[in-house]
């Protein structure tokens, strides 16, 4: 605790007295951690799918990457042996559910409106509104976006992070905070790295440098390559 | 890309202190922000000014004081600032890679967002 204290100079002929504002600076000394609010409702997200059994994967890449591409055929694959159900992650609309909801899984759509990022509040929204005690495994499939998502765990068992050729050779390179907490790194679209100009195995090269433990599967979703080596990846088979 | 919905915690947490306080003033915040962290300082400053509107809290200044992550090795027990790869692209990429004997190595720190003081100007009574 400290105090401010008076002092008093000559300025020319007459003396100027400042006196002490008759006030006490003091601090207050705390560790309050401002993301404490979201990890704690992630940990609540994380029990609650746990007591059901349900295993949950986080799906997170850029706009256009073709996350709700491989999730699709990742369901395609594992639905006659697992109770599946997806969240849908966008600033609007419901294209995205309505694309998984075809294959017959029930898909919940959240729409952030504005923000560029799931958070751990709105997949406990989300999960309120599935009948957990009846699903085996849950794919959140995040906002598109290489930044944010990273920031905000969900209470998810793993990270699925899914990159094109079409973004060009340097999304590793731009982006590597994404890849710290990866568990698995689909590069998607394969098939057009040629057309693109793009070396995708240099693109796996960057992902091993930035998190050697992240398992990399080169996809083409559209083809259905790769997608059972995703799953392997996972650990869902 | 969130500085603000971040300040906007900052601020909440902040006015919690304000009752406790009902004719004080903060002066000085101070935050401390791990570097793995994708949070600009100079946006997150300017945030927090926008929403530090509030007389508990206005003209109060934000000190930031960044912290690096720290990398361990399991297998090697090497323990040092996280690195960065050297590559031929002439720009930098951060490595969870062991330096010495190339395992996987483990992150720790780096991603916290903490206050740790704030100082406050109160009338004497």
Known sequence: MSRARGSGWVMGERTEVVTSSEDEVFDIELEADILKANRELALENHSKLKENGITSIDVMGSVGSGKTSLIKAIVSLLKATHRIAVIEGDVTTTIDADIIASEGVPTVQVNTGKECHLDANLIKKALARIQLSELDLIFIENVGNLICPAEFPLGSDKRLVVISVTEGPYMVVKHPMMFYEANSVAINKVDLAAAMGVNPAKLKDDISKVNPKAKVVMTDCRNMVGISEVIHSLGLT | MHELSLASTLVDTLLEYAPKNPDGKVLEVHLRVGKLRAISIEQLKFSYQVLAKDRFLKGS?????????????????????????????????????????????????????????????SPKK
């Open chain 2, 61 to 121: 200044k934000l000190i930031i004081e960044e912290t690096p992550a720290k990398t361990r090795c399991p297998k090697c027990g090497l323990k040092q600032d996280f690195a960065v790869a050297d590559d031929s692209y002439h720009f930098t990429l951060p490595t969870l890679s062991c330096p010495k004997c190339r395992s996987p190595v483990e992150l720790q720190g780096g991603d916290e967002v903490v206050i740790t003081k704030v100082r406050i100007r």
